[in-house]
Nanobody, 127 residues
Framework: QVRPVESGGGSVQAGGSLRLSCVASGYFSGANCMTWFRQAPGKEREAVASSGIGSDYTYYADSVMGRFTISQDSPKKTVSLQMSSLKPEDTAMYYC????????????????????WGQGTQVIVSS
């Protein structure tokens, strides 16, 4: 059973940076997908960025394009999310999700396609 574990959240002022990491424990091989979602209080969970792990592609939400960068370290079963130019509206709980096999450009943002979720890590951006 694959279990994602997030780390790296914290508090930062607007304009600052944070780096989140997600390690997927358990056995898997081949091409899979790991995606960051976030959920702010009173709002729906939204997809932020996705990366293949074992395959090479990335997807981003429009709201973070140009500010966030997702990267993978396949041998370490890790995806990282470098967040820069943070805004107060980026404040949320950030979750890592794992999907057996690749994500597609038309469906990566749908939470119901993922097979395992982490517990989340909190990001707070103050103005």
């Amino acid at each position: 059973q694959v279990r994602p574990v997030e780390s790296g959240g914290g508090s930062v002022q607007a304009g600052g940076s944070l780096r989140l990491s997600c390690v997927a424990s358990g056995y898997f091989s081949g091409a899979n997908c790991m995606t960051w979602f976030r959920q702010a209080p009173g709002k729906e969970r939204e997809a932020v960025a996705s990366s293949g792990i074992g395959s090479d592609y990335t997807y981003y939400a429009d709201s973070v394009m140009g500010r966030f960068t997702i990267s993978q370290d396949s041998p370490k079963k890790t995806v990282s999310l470098q967040m820069s130019s943070l805004k107060p509206e980026d404040t949320a709980m950030y979750y890592c999700a794992f999907k057996w096999d690749d994500c597609a450009s038309g469906s990566w943002s749908y939470s119901n396609i993922y097979h395992a979720w982490g517990q989340g890590t909190q990001v707070i951006v103050s103005s």
